[in-house]
């Protein structure tokens, strides 16, 4: 459990709810509206797969990025807490994944589904492995 200099853990100080819940707006904001941008051809998630790619690819470098540069602490943890845990929390949609997963099935789309799924799964590791590897990139450049 990660805590502050006063002992107290991180997720029962106002300050760090507070940092999550405003990257968390910020984040849900930024998917309504790609969501309203991105085609979705033949009612097929598109955007959902879009948003979520794109989170994870995010995440990954972020995450590595803020790890390279030392502890979890001051900035580097309320922008842990406030760009991942809140924007791309907010950002990336698990629940519309699968909302969006058994529509398709229902719909009798059983192989656009399965594709969708497989999509989202192994891109989701694809993009988190390539935002890993430019957050190191960027580390080693910058050294």
Do not use: C, K
Not at 25 to 34: E, S
Request: net charge positive; glycine share 14%.
């Amino acid at each position: 459990m990660t805590r502050t200099d006063t002992g107290r853990p991180v997720h029962v100080r106002w300050f760090f709810i507070g940092t999550v819940a405003a990257g968390g707006v910020f984040g849900a904001f930024a998917r309504y509206g790609l969501g309203l941008v991105i085609p979705a051809p033949n009612a097929w998630p598109l955007p959902t797969l879009v948003v979520n790619l794109s989170g994870a690819f995010a995440l990954g470098a972020l995450l590595e990025a803020l790890s390279r540069r030392g502890p979890d602490a001051g900035r580097r943890q309320i922008l842990r807490l406030a760009l991942g845990t809140g924007f791309l929390g907010a950002y990336t949609t698990y629940s519309t994944l699968a909302l969006d997963a058994v529509h398709l099935f229902m719909a009798g789309a059983s192989m656009e589904a399965a594709g969708y799924l497989a999509a989202s799964l192994f891109g989701g590791a694809a993009a988190t492995t390539a935002g890993i590897w430019l957050g190191a990139w960027l580390h080693r450049r910058g050294s």
